[in-house]
């Protein structure tokens, strides 16, 4: 199935937050190395599932670069979960608004993209004739 410009350029977004989410868990490999965490099940757990993540983002990514809905439905889902961490890091008592920033922007921009990319795929409906 052919994609258009916009889902290409969500795909490429998507493909960048996965790999940024991947980078992620390499620092936290670093630290669990250097023995800078509290509790080891944790932080392995936590390695896990961050490492799960970012491999579940760059799917979406390679879906929706071939036109497939269910990752431009899980690049939506994960755009909202981004959104959800800047509010969080943009609020309460270690609030750090440039974090915040910088995570709803990009997050921002991608749902957009996502959102044409699905109003693009949606099937043409047909337009009630004049006789009703």
Avoid: C, H, K, N
Wanted: charged share 10%.
């Amino acid at each position: 199935m052919a994609t258009d410009v916009v889902s290409r350029l969500a795909a490429v977004l998507l493909a960048a937050e996965g790999l940024g989410v991947l980078g992620l868990a390499a620092w936290e490999i670093a630290a669990l190395a250097a023995g800078d965490t509290g509790s080891l099940s944790s932080a392995i757990a936590l390695l896990v599932l961050t490492a799960l993540g970012g491999v579940a983002i760059l799917a979406f990514a390679v879906a929706v670069w071939r036109g497939l809905s269910w990752g431009r439905s899980g690049g939506i889902v994960t755009q909202l979960l981004i959104l959800a961490v800047a509010l969080g890091a943009a609020t309460g008592a270690y609030a750090a608004p440039t974090t915040a920033v910088a995570l709803a922007v990009p997050a921002l921009v991608v749902l957009a993209l996502l959102v044409l990319a699905v109003r693009r795929a949606a099937p043409a409906r047909e337009r009630p004739s004049a006789d009703g």
